[in-house]
């Protein structure tokens, strides 16, 4: 019987582990974050947020959708599924598309929100970048399900950001649950 040589280190530095057969090998956390503060080294982390709109300003441009320009950093693009959000984290790291779909009033009794969850659960298997997720209001209050998908923003190219759009699009128009809409 042989055994499967150990594989040379990574870019990173990282030497990935060779499990013996039929053991499973769990990679420890500070070998992922060996890793990736290596990645984000070599691709310039820390460019900045004004570098990374400008990525998203010209993959934007290329596609041309229908789009406004709220603020630095941020866009409204004007679909047939409602407005779509694309705005960048404050770092200029993380792209969010996103669009809220309704607001979460309590669907009833608690067999009714199993139900309700489970919907968005198969709903989120069936995405390619983007899924369904709740969170609260800008104030702190209502509930919203909306649809989102996150890109890295330094590294942006134009298939992956049509790609996540489009899904954005295909989720929101595959979502109707009226029972919990307002």
Request: glycine fraction near 8%.
């Amino acid at each position: 019987m042989t055994t499967p040589e150990t594989p040379p280190p990574t870019a990173a530095g990282i030497r990935p582990a060779v499990p013996s057969p039929g053991e499973t090998v769990r990679a420890p956390e500070d070998r992922l974050s060996q890793y990736l503060q290596t990645m984000r080294r070599d691709e310039g982390n820390g460019r900045g947020s004004s570098e990374a709109a400008r990525r998203v300003e010209a993959v934007i441009a290329e596609l041309a959708p229908p789009v406004v320009r709220e603020q630095p950093g941020a866009w409204t693009i004007d679909a047939d599924v409602g407005p779509v959000s694309v705005s960048l984290s404050d770092d200029g790291e993380v792209l969010s598309i996103w669009q809220m779909l309704c607001s979460l009033k309590d669907p009833g009794k608690p067999e009714t929100h199993a139900e309700f969850f489970e919907d968005l659960l198969f709903l989120n298997e069936s995405g390619r970048g983007a899924c369904l997720a709740i969170s609260r209001d800008e104030d702190g209050g209502e509930k919203w399900v909306f649809v989102v998908a996150r890109l890295r923003a330094p590294t942006l190219g134009k298939a992956e950001f049509a790609m996540a759009l489009e899904d954005v699009f295909g989720t929101s128009k595959l979502f109707d649950l009226p029972a919990v809409s307002s």
